[in-house]
């Protein structure tokens, strides 16, 4: 079993749709929480960064961890063609021990906003 | 400032060659990390190096692999021979000092083995 799932989609929708995507852990030890968008061709760019349970809002972007559960997810809203990415969430545990600095990734999903 | 670069961008090698990648971090980050994406597979972690030093090598996936960080600056990762499995896209990042750091990922070296 994946630490991480996360449904690769792809996903579609019309310009200015909400767009919700997910990602499930099995690690309890994860207490930090990340979103990246990649374009193609290029490297993974953070778009959201939380920490421990709750909600994180930067302009149109919700990222939401329920640790409870093991459960994240990040919300676009007003979604523009210029979203159209892969979103690859990832995790890491708490700091301490020798690999605090490794990232667990999901597989991405790939999204695409049309006009 | 400048961001993380990997040289080459895409390289092709024929199986049993040697191949050496190479990754220059945002300048001042003592932060670097090496990770890969094998075709429909998540991103993995492979490495970890504080200036130096290797923090983390869990993630290797075997002895033909050698990651160097000479004088904490530059890093290269080396396959040395090349399997069919090691094709992939391999990213660096890097990120300042201290556990909990956003790290900045550089494009990426695409790596075809045939």
């Known amino acids: 079993q994946k630490e991480v799932e996360q449904d690769p989609g792809p996903l579609s929708v019309p310009e200015g749709a909400i767009v919700s995507l997910n990602c499930t852990y099995s690690?309890?030890?994860?207490?930090?929480f990340m979103w990246y968008r990649q374009y193609s061709r290029k490297g993974p760019e953070l778009l959201m960064y939380t920490y421990s349970s709750g909600n994180k809002e930067d302009g149109r972007f919700t990222a939401q961890v329920d640790k409870s559960s093991k459960y994240i997810s990040l919300f676009i809203r007003d979604s523009q063609p210029s979203d159209s990415a892969t979103y690859l969430c990832?995790?890491?545990?708490?700091?301490?021990?020798?690999?605090?600095?490794?990232?667990?990734f999901g597989q991405g999903t790939i999204l695409t906003v049309h006009p | 400032e400048a961001g993380v670069t990997q040289f080459p961008s895409h390289s092709v090698i024929e199986k049993g060659q040697t191949v050496t990648l190479r990754c220059d971090p945002i300048?001042?980050?003592?932060?670097l990390y090496w990770y890969r994406r094998v075709m429909g597979k998540e991103i993995k972690f492979l490495l970890h190096f504080v200036k130096e030093s290797k923090q983390d090598e869990s993630g290797m996936p075997n002895n033909r692999f050698l990651a160097e960080r000479t004088g904490g600056t530059y890093s290269t990762l080396k396959v040395q021979p090349a399997e069919l499995e090691d094709s992939g896209v391999y990213f660096c990042?890097?990120?300042?000092?201290?556990?909990?750091?956003?790290?900045?990922f550089g494009p990426g070296t695409r790596l075809t083995v045939t």
């Open positions: 690690n309890s030890a994860f207490q930090y």
């Open positions: 990832a995790m890491r545990s708490n700091a301490g021990g020798t690999s605090y600095g490794k990232l667990t």
């Open positions: 300048s001042g980050h003592d932060n």
């Open positions: 990042a890097s990120s300042q000092g201290g556990p909990v750091r956003e790290q900045y």
